[in-house]
């Protein structure tokens, strides 16, 4: 007689249970006035719970390391940047720490798939790892190829400007200069064999740009800084460009006749000047913060998939456009895109 075969037991999903408990948990706590702001604000700030849960899915469900490892991690990089733990700029120090997914693929092969307390130790040391390696990042010796380079471009007898800014990984400043007779003026720091400025004339306009040319170098020691200052004397198209790291352009006290700015990954922080001119900014990963002036009009087009939006109070939204008081009726104002697919964009006033 045979004997009565053993079923396995097996673990159902775990993803949307645990979704469902932790959005549970925040409408009880709203409805019990123990939260400071409304439920759907926190949900938002706690978005890259998702992809811990999908991590913890992968990990009870499928003993894996490999995907437990990668959305636990992003997710938890995620959460600890919306709640201002991490800075933006952590993101940068993560290109250097990539073989982290190497050894994590070794592990899937060796012990993945085998038990949970195999799967689930795997996953315990990468992510241990991971975040001493992030945060020893900051305590690092400066590399000592760092090359400082001084940009000054005269003026001449341009009455308009076209600038274009390339940068690779690092920090952008960009602000007012004083002088009236200087186009672009300031100091960059790179590995000083990849950087290419080239200025024409076209016309009456002064056609300038800056690039970094090569996508292979990345500054791991966080020391490409780029602070250059702009003209405010002439109107000037402006097009600032950045793969990973951290723009700050205060760009209040030039005259503006188009603003593009686009970044992959990182923070931007823009302040406007008054006028009637079109701003893009574009981002994949990160925080934008939009710093209009009080007295004009300004409309706003926010594009976005999971990401936090904050824009002053008194705004209206008609149709796909946010417009401030009496913006509408306007004949003149600022108008700003914003595309973003995973962050934070905060608009507000000086």
């Known amino acids: 007689m045979r004997p009565p075969k053993t079923s396995k037991k097996r673990l159902g999903p775990i993803l949307w249970p645990l979704l469902l408990i932790a959005f549970g948990i925040l409408l009880?706590?709203?409805?019990?006035?123990?939260?400071?702001?409304?439920?759907w604000d926190v949900i938002w700030d706690l978005?890259?719970?998702?992809?811990?849960?999908?991590?913890?899915?992968?990990?009870?469900?499928?003993?894996?390391?490999?995907?437990?490892?990668?959305?636990?991690?992003?997710?938890?990089?995620?959460?600890l940047t919306?709640?201002?733990?991490?800075?933006?700029s952590a993101w940068r120090a993560l290109l250097h720490l990539w073989p982290v997914l190497l050894v994590t693929a070794g592990l899937e092969i060796l012990l993945g798939k085998r038990s949970i307390w195999l799967s689930l130790l795997g996953t315990i040391a990468v992510l241990s790892v991971l975040a001493i390696a992030l945060g020893l990042t900051d305590v690092r010796p400066p590399v000592q190829s760092t090359i400082q380079t001084t940009i000054n471009e005269p003026l001449g007898m341009a009455e308009q400007a076209d600038v274009s800014i390339v940068m690779g990984v690092g920090d952008l400043k960009l602000y007012a200069l004083e002088t009236s007779n200087t186009l672009i003026s300031g100091e960059i720091s790179t590995d000083g064999a990849h950087v290419r400025s080239q200025s024409k004339m076209r016309g009456e306009t002064i056609v300038y740009s800056?690039?970094?040319?090569?996508?292979?170098?990345?500054?791991?020691?966080?020391?490409?800084?780029?602070?250059?200052g702009l003209s405010p004397e002439i109107p000037m198209e402006l097009q600032s460009s950045m793969g990973v790291g951290s723009m700050d352009l205060a760009m209040n006290e030039t005259t503006l006749d188009e603003l593009n700015i686009s970044q992959g990954v990182g923070e931007i922080?823009?302040?406007l000047p008054d006028g009637d001119y079109y701003?893009?900014?574009g981002q994949a990963v990160g925080r934008v913060v939009v710093e209009i002036p009080e007295d004009v009009h300004v409309r706003l087009d926010i594009?976005?998939?999971?990401?936090?939006l904050s824009v002053p109070a008194g705004f209206e939204k008609h149709n796909d456009y946010y417009y401030?008081?009496?913006?509408?009726?306007?004949?003149?104002?600022?108008?700003?895109?914003?595309?973003?697919?995973?962050?934070?964009?905060?608009?507000r006033y000086k």
């Open 28 to 39: 009880m706590l709203d409805t019990l006035g123990y939260l400071g702001k409304s439920a």
């Open 47 to 79: 978005w890259p719970l998702l992809f811990i849960a999908l991590g913890l899915d992968a990990l009870f469900r499928r003993k894996e390391i490999f995907g437990p490892v990668f959305w636990i991690g992003l997710g938890s990089v995620f959460l």
């Open 82 to 88: 919306n709640f201002g733990i991490l800075d933006w």
């Open 210 to 228: 800056i690039e970094y040319t090569n996508p292979m170098a990345v500054p791991f020691d966080n020391a490409w800084q780029w602070e250059l």
């Open 269 to 271: 922080q823009v302040n």
């Open 279 to 281: 701003t893009e900014i």
């Open 303 to 308: 594009s976005r998939a999971v990401s936090g």
């Open 324 to 347: 401030s008081p009496g913006a509408r009726e306007a004949d003149k104002y600022i108008r700003i895109k914003v595309n973003q697919a995973v962050g934070s964009i905060n608009v």
